[in-house]
Structures are given as structure tokens and as C-alpha cells.
């Protein structure tokens, strides 16, 4: 790809070296019963906090992030949000402002998931829900990726806008608070054309540098970039070595202890 060729600079390569991994575990709706969630909690950090590379967090369902919080000691493990409404407070039932994840002691939020996007999730609410995550003082973690490959490279155009729309009016300043994952919704779940590749992910990540390079100039450099896409403890280190990401959205895998730890241990390894 020209991107690889063109963007990919030896200044780029000692930055990628100097990262500390982001591992993020997506729990989704799972487990049913609080019980298990706190003994897979406790399971994966036993694992995660005597790492000394790697920042973890785990977005578990909303509802148990309370009593697993009481749980979290230190900052090498702690817990985010797999989602937030668009505004800090109001009138909108069922819905959690980005203040409130706040409040209760969670880091990070995921914004713009494509399970999110399937349900209606529009461009301009994804671009909201980042600005009202950033002013609640929470690292907001923006997923990005196409549905399909052409020939013609138009899904290049297609991530390249994703990220232009939802960081719309974000300043240079609240960088530091966005990161940026990339999921290939091709290569996920039981519909998946194949499975990405690290050369995939290698070439959205350098699209993604170099976006976030037009929109804000040498500053755009410091925001981690992820990937997301059916990661397990096989192919884990493979995408965070040849694909030269600064980390991992882990979905399934992240449910179980023994693959999580696997894959955390891995990337722990990763230079």
C-alpha cells in the first residue's frame, strides 16, 4: 500500500517502541451473573497488575462496574465504559451520561462500537458522545472501521472519514484523552469474509497516522491507535509486532481469564 511505503518513518517506528501497550477487554453483555464477573475480574487481575508495559482496562456491563471498582487497586488495571450518552445529565431514560462513568471512578469509555453503529449510531452522535466524554475528563476510545474492501480503495476514504466527523472540534489539547480502534466489521463474527491480517490492520493504522496528521499537524501522532477484530491469544502478538498498533481491543477473549492473561502476558513481551 503507498501508505505503508509513504508514512511509515523511522520516527514513527521509535514511537511505537517507546508506547506502552493499551489492552482494552470488551466484555459486552456478558457474563449473566455478578458473581462470575467478579471472579473473572479478580482472575485477570492477578495476571494484569505485576505488568509493568501494559495499561489494562475492562469494560464490563455498566451494572457491575460499581462492585468490581471496589476491587481495583493501583492504575495498572481499571475499568471503562463500554458506552455513553451524549449529554451530562437530563431528561433521557435508560441513558448514562459520560459525567456519571465519571463519577464513579471509570477511565475510559468506548465510543462509536460497531454493535453501536448497527443499532442507529449516526456520525453526529458519535461526535457528541467524543466531545461529552473529553469535557467529563475521560479517555474516550473511538471505533472506526469498514464494512466491506473494494478494489478501488474507497473504504480507505470511508475510515479516513469516520475519524474526521467524530473528532469534529476537538482540540489539540484534548488529544491526550482519544484513542482510536480499529475494527475490520468484515473480518468479525460468524458472517467474517476471512480474517484480517496484520498487513490489514498495518495499513489502516498508517491511514489513521496520517489523518489525524492533516488534522492536527505533529500533534495527531501522540493518540494510540488499536486494533479490534476477533483478537485471541494466537494472532495477538502478530497484530501488535507486524501491525505496529500501540494496543488491542479484545472482545470475547477478554471473558476468559486464561486467554486474556495469555494475551496480556504476550504484549507484555512486545518491544
Known amino acids: 500500500s503507498k501508505y505503508i511505503r509513504v508514512f511509515f518513518t523511522p520516527f514513527l517506528l521509535l514511537y511505537y ?9 470488551n466484555w459486552k453483555m456478558y457474563p449473566v451473573e455478578l458473581k462470575e464477573a467478579r471472579e473473572r475480574f479478580t482472575q485477570i487481575k492477578k495476571t494484569a497488575s505485576v505488568l509493568r508495559n501494559i495499561q489494562t482496562v475492562i469494560c464490563p456491563p455498566l451494572v457491575y462496574a460499581g462492585d468490581l471498582k471496589k476491587m481495583v487497586t493501583g492504575h495498572r488495571v481499571t475499568l471503562g465504559a463500554q458506552n455513553a450518552w451524549l449529554e451530562q445529565e437530563g431528561a433521557y431514560t435508560g441513558e448514562v451520561s459520560p459525567s456519571q462513568i465519571r ?5 475510559h469509555v468506548i465510543i462509536g462500537h460497531s454493535e453501536r453503529r448497527a443499532l ?8 457528541k458522545k467524543i466531545l ?15 464494512r466491506e474492501r473494494d478494489k478501488d480503495g474507497e473504504y480507505l476514504k470511508y475510515v479516513a472519514s469516520q475519524i474526521k466527523m467524530a473528532l469534529k472540534n476537538v482540540q489539540k489539547k484534548e488529544l491526550s484523552n482519544v484513542v482510536i480502534a480499529y475494527e475490520p466489521i ?36 501522540h493518540v494510540p491507535i488499536l486494533y479490534g477484530g476477533s483478537v485471541n491469544e494466537k494472532n495477538a ?3 501488535l509486532t507486524a501491525s505496529r498498533v500501540d494496543g488491542l481491543l479484545v472482545g470475547r477473549a477478554s471473558l476468559d ?14 518491544k
Open 257 to 270: 481469564p486464561f486467554v486474556f492473561g495469555e494475551i496480556l502476558r504476550g504484549a507484555e513481551k512486545v
Open 132 to 146: 461529552a466524554g473529553i469535557k467529563a475528563g475521560l479517555v474516550v476510545v473511538l471505533c472506526v472501521g469498514e
Open 186 to 221: 468484515w473480518a468479525i463474527g460468524k458472517n467474517a469474509l476471512r480474517a484480517a491480517s496484520s498487513e490489514d490492520a498495518l495499513e489502516i493504522a498508517i491511514l489513521i497516522k496520517k489523518t489525524l496528521a492533516d488534522m492536527y499537524s505533529r500533534d495527531g501522532s
Open 103 to 107: 463519577s464513579v471512578g471509570l477511565t
Open 17 to 25: 517502541c517507546l508506547m506502552k501497550k493499551l489492552i482494552i477487554g
Open 120 to 127: 442507529g449510531e449516526t456520525d453526529e452522535m458519535i461526535n
Open 237 to 239: 502478538n502478530e497484530f
